[in-house]
């Protein structure tokens, strides 16, 4: 599914968060959405998932508004994964990940055969099968995010918005899940990722967006978007920069003053 | 992996229905022993014999008149408490939601004490129930008309809070000035609650109510569950959260505010009993509307027949009984959140 976004802007009190963004999202491509925080990501990310409306602009999905889509058939074609992941009963973690089967499923009947897959690929994609049967409560921070990135990918959408999912997970599974988005987006799945570790953003992502209050500084291809003066700027620091056989990386090593990140 | 799971899935759904007709079949035992319970003597057989065969004897008009109506409403109230208690805790995903947080059961409660200090009540015997309905639904116009569209659940519990206050001050204030002492303390036996001295006209007048309010809450089944990752999870998902809002709190009013409008307020029903039972439903809000129905009539119905029972002249009022089982519990709970936190 493409996604379309043009003009978004929308302020909170007063204060503008968002304007003039203009971003389109594509089958197959990865997307990081980085930026400081306050930059805007999470906003642009509900907004992108119809989960807010915009104060101006229009999102559209296959060039198509929501509203005539319909929404239990963005629900199948579009799956969300919120900040922070808080599940509030302890509710099992296959119970949680069938959840992403509710806008397949007919009120009130029960998983079909095809569910049952979705669930069971799920739980082995995000590496989570080992703790089906566990309740959330009993899981570390990094294992409930394994949970609910299955539960995101048991809708089995063509578009995946997941905001901060690296969070709380530890190097190994940090790797494997950017290597699990980059898969799925390579077989077509498209996805939008906001991150804040830019080692990650750069070597998995197809593509960066980088965020600075409210607009989009950049928007290319991560070599071209991680340049010295878009980091200063947004982020106001300096990288490291390497490479190993022939990838290249940055590495995050020191907080500029204003007036070096000015210059 | 998915070869052990599976099997475990369907199981979960068996034992959950296994645990639906357990809890329907214990709520129609219980109902049988409110019937079989009372201050006379009755045989229960000759009585039913007698009803049936259109014989108006005494045993016929006490199990019609007194023990029928009793037991009736003691599940139909039960029922609603507990299914709308469950339902504000899947709606504003706290443990500790009452049916009465967002202001329907004191507004019910405020409704019907109108009716009593006006002196309608002796007018005719359907006034006070009418008097508490209205005030439930003048609660719930009153609700929508603060939140507006897509209000947020924070939003609905200031709301409540407000209302709650309001309905209660004002319960107070006709309590303060009751024309005589009589009347006040009539009011105050009211408000705590009873199932005792209704008839059948009562079952008659909440029934059709209740019903719809019953369909209301459990047609958000599947959006609870959704609703337990949060209000964007839940929506992305599919659910219209507004909608959902609407058909909760409506069904909760038609449910509860006709409950509290022919008992008076019964406290802690649908406080405890969704928290007796959700481990039993895997803590699955969905699951747990059916169950916690049924947990609130076998709750109720215990309490009324346990009162009946006591050597205690004049009965203890329900929501005394109510409370005097629910605080107890609440304190462990407390106990509990301080463990886990």
Request: glycine share 10%; hydrophobic share 55%.
């Amino acid at each position: 599914m493409r996604i379309e976004a043009k003009g978004i802007a929308i302020a909170f009190d007063g204060k503008p968060i968002l304007a003039g963004i203009d971003l389109a999202l594509r089958p197959g491509e990865l997307v990081g959405l980085i930026g400081a925080n306050g930059a805007g990501k999470t906003t642009l990310l509900r907004i992108l998932a119809d989960l807010l409306p915009p104060a101006a602009g229009t999102v559209l999905y296959d060039g198509k508004p929501a509203r005539t889509l319909g929404r239990r058939t963005l629900a199948r074609r579009l799956a969300f994964l919120a900040q922070g992941g808080s599940v509030q009963w302890q509710m099992r973690a296959e119970a949680v990940v069938a959840l992403g089967r509710l806008p397949h499923r007919r009120p009130f009947a029960d998983l079909t055969e095809a569910d049952r897959t979705a669930i069971s690929d799920a739980f082995a994609a995000a590496d989570a099968s080992a703790f089906r049967e566990r309740s959330l409560d009993t899981l570390s921070g990094g294992e409930r995010m394994r949970v609910l990135l299955a539960r995101a990918l048991a809708v089995e959408a063509e578009m995946l918005l997941a905001d901060e999912p690296l969070v709380g997970l530890d190097p190994r599974h940090q790797l494997e899940a950017m290597a699990l988005f980059k898969r799925i987006a390579a077989n077509g799945t498209g996805g939008v990722v906001v991150l804040h570790d830019l080692s990650l953003a750069g070597r998995f992502c197809d593509r960066l967006v980088l965020l600075d209050d409210g607009r989009i500084l950049a928007d290319g291809p991560p070599a071209a978007v991680l340049d010295d003066g878009n980091l200063a700027r947004a982020f106001g620091i300096a990288v490291a920069r390497g490479d190993r056989n022939g990838e290249q990386f940055v590495l995050p090593w020191q907080a500029l003053t204003n007036e070096e990140a000015s210059r | 992996m998915s070869a052990v799971a599976v099997p475990t899935s369907a199981s979960e759904r068996m034992s959950y229905w296994r645990l639906v007709v357990l809890l329907a079949a214990a709520t129609l035992v219980m109902a049988a022993l409110s019937l079989a319970v009372g201050y006379a003597r009755l045989d229960l057989f000759a009585a039913l014999g007698d009803w049936l065969a259109g014989r108006r004897s005494l045993p016929a008009l006490v199990l019609v008149e007194l023990r029928l109506p009793r037991a009736i409403l003691g599940a139909l109230v039960g029922f609603s408490l507990g299914l709308a208690g469950a339902a504000m805790q899947g709606l504003l995903r706290n443990p500790l939601a009452e049916p009465g947080i967002v202001g329907i059961s004191s507004a019910a409660a405020f409704g019907a004490v109108t009716v009593f200090y006006s002196g309608f009540a002796g007018a005719f015997a359907l006034a006070l129930p009418l008097g508490g309905i209205a005030g439930a639904l003048l609660a719930v116009l009153l609700l929508f008309a603060l939140n507006g569209r897509g209000a947020g659940t924070m939003t609905l519990i200031l709301a409540g809070v407000a209302i709650n206050s309001f309905a209660g001050a004002m319960t107070s204030l006709a309590l303060n000035l009751a024309p005589n002492p009589y009347a006040a303390l009539e009011i105050v036996f009211w408000l705590m609650g009873s199932l005792a001295d209704r008839s059948l006209i009562h079952v008659w007048l909440v029934l059709p109510l209740m019903l719809v309010g019953w369909a209301l809450l459990l047609s958000c089944t599947p959006a609870l569950d959704g609703l337990t990752l949060g209000e964007d999870t839940a929506r992305s998902l599919g659910f219209d959260l507004t909608w959902l809002r609407v058909r909760l709190i409506g069904g909760a009013a038609l449910a509860v505010g006709s409950a509290v409008a022919v008992t008076g307020a019964i406290g802690f029903v649908g406080l405890v009993v969704p928290h007796l039972l959700r481990p039993l439903v895997g803590h699955r809000p969905g699951r747990l509307l059916l169950v916690s129905g049924f947990g609130g009539a076998i709750l109720l119905l215990a309490a009324d027949t346990m009162l009946r029972l006591m050597p205690i002249r004049p009965e203890l009022k329900l929501g005394v009984v109510t409370a005097l089982i629910g605080a107890p519990f609440l304190f462990s709970l407390i106990q509990r959140l301080r463990r886990e936190t």
